[in-house]
C-alpha cells in the first residue's frame, strides 16, 4: 500500500509513520517530495487493514495496491478452475446452458420443461424451491417438495440440476437434493449463508447483488473459498440503474473484467437482467461473444400462466433456437456447446 502524507505533514509525522509501518512488519520505502511525501509499504499481510493508518498525524490517504480478495485472484492462480458438476464441467472449452422455470410449480410443469429442454441441448435444469419474491402475496415455492420434483425431474431426464438455498439453516437440505446451489442476487451479501455454503463444498453459482461492485462480488465468492469450497461459478444478472426500461442493466463490461480480475467461470442470466423475454436471444448471444462461460435462461412451457417470472420466460422453442445460434457462435469463438 502507499501511505500518502498531508502537505503539511512535519519531519517528525513522517517518521512516527515510517516507524509504524515497519512495527507492523512491511518494508517501509518513503519517497521525500518538496510538498508532499509518500511511503510505499511493502510486505504481505493477509487480514492488515490499511485504514488503520488514516488515524496517524499528517497522513492524507491510503491507497492500497494489492487486492483485497485474494484466493479467487488470478495474481494468486492463472489458471481457469473449471468446476465440476457431476460430470458438467463449467469453465472450459464447452460453453454450459442451464435452462428451467423460474420457479418449481408441479411435477407436470417442470417435468414438461425439462423433457423440452433437454432435447435442445440444455446441459443443466435450473427450477427455484424457495424464492425470494419482492413481494410476501407472491408465489413463495413449493420448499422441499418442489426439491423433490427438481431432483425426479433431473434423474429422468439425466439433466444435472441447480436451485436456490435462501437460508443458512437449508444448505444441507437443499444439497441433498440438488447437484448444484445457487445464491441468489438478494443473497449475494448474506455472509452466514457464504460461509455455510462454503462448508458444504457442494458447487455453488454465486449471483452479483443488485447493487453491488466488482469487487464486493469477488469478496462474497472469497467467502465461500475461503471457508472451503473452490467451487465457485460467477453469475452476471444485471445491475440496478437509473434505467426502467429494462428490469435490470446488464453490467457487459463485467465479463471480459471479470476474466481478468478472476480464475472462476463467469455465466450470465439474461432473464433477470432483462426482465423482457423478445431481449433473451440477442443478450445471449452478445454475453457468449464477450466470453462468458455459459447462460442461465429461464424458459417456461406457458409463460402467461407462470407463477413467477412469467415476462421475462421463454418458450422452449425459443429456446431450443437460440441453441442452435449459439452453436454456430461457438464454433467462431472457438468453443463448443
Ligand atoms: C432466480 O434465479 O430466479 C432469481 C431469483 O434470480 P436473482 O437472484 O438473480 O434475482
Ligand atoms: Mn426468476
Redesign the pocket.
Known amino acids: 500500500m502507499i501511505i500518502v502524507m498531508q502537505p503539511n505533514a512535519d519531519k517528525e509525522q513522517i517518521k512516527y509513520v515510517e516507524e509504524q509501518i515497519k512495527a507492523f512488519g512491511f518494508q517501509a520505502h518513503p519517497i521525500y517530495g518538496e510538498f508532499k511525501t509518500v511511503i510505499g509499504a511493502i510486505g504481505d499481510k493477509t487480514g492488515f487493514d490499511p485504514q488503520v493508518f488514516l488515524n496517524m498525524p499528517g497522513v492524507e490517504t491510503v491507497v492500497p495496491i494489492m487486492k483485497p480478495y485474494k484466493l479467487v485472484s488470478r495474481e494468486l492462480k492463472s489458471d481457469n478452475t473449471i468446476v465440476d458438476v457431476n460430470g458438467v464441467k463449467i469453465g472450459g472449452e464447452k460453453l454450459i446452458s442451464i435452462a428451467g422455470p423460474?420457479a418449481i410449480e408441479s411435477e407436470r410443469q417442470i417435468m414438461d420443461i425439462a423433457c423440452a429442454v433437454k432435447k435442445a441441448g440444455a446441459d443443466m435444469l435450473r427450477g427455484?424451491a424457495y424464492?425470494?419474491r419482492t413481494s410476501p402475496y407472491t408465489f413463495q415455492g413449493l420448499g422441499e417438495d418442489g426439491l423433490k420434483l427438481l431432483a425426479q425431474a433431473g434423474r429422468e431426464t439425466g439433466l444435472r440440476v441447480v436451485t436456490?438455498v435462501v437460508d443458512p439453516r437449508d444448505v444441507e437440505l437443499v444439497a441433498s437434493y440438488a447437484d448444484m446451489l445457487?445464491i441468489?442476487?438478494?443473497n449475494m451479501q448474506n455472509y452466514r449463508l457464504l460461509q455455510e455454503i462454503g462448508a458444504s463444498k457442494k458447487p455453488v453459482i454465486l449471483?452479483r447483488g443488485i447493487s453491488a461492485t466488482i469487487e464486493e462480488w469477488l469478496m462474497a465468492a472469497e467467502y465461500i473459498l475461503y471457508n472451503g469450497n473452490p467451487n465457485v461459478v460467477l453469475c452476471e444478472?444485471g445491475i440496478r440503474t437509473y434505467e426502467t426500461a429494462t428490469r435490470n442493466t446488464l453490467d457487459l463490461n463485467a465479463i471480459p473484467l471479470l476474466k481478468e480480475l478472476t480464475h472462476l467461470p463467469v455465466i450470465v442470466?439474461p432473464s433477470?437482467a432483462t426482465g423482457l423475454w423478445r431481449l433473451i436471444p440477442s443478450v445471449s448471444m452478445g454475453v457468449i461473444a464477450a466470453g462468458a462461460d455459459g447462460l442461465i435462461i429461464e424458459v417456461h412451457n406457458d409463460p402467461s400462466h407462470a407463477l413467477s417470472?412469467g415476462p421475462q420466460s421463454i418458450l422452449p422453442e425459443r429456446f431450443a433456437e437460440l441453441m442452435v445460434n449459439l452453436k454456430a457462435l461457438a464454433a467462431i469463438i472457438g468453443r463448443s456447446i
Open positions: 423460474c427455484g424464492k425470494p436456490e445457487q441468489g442476487a438478494r449471483k444478472r442470466d433477470h417470472d
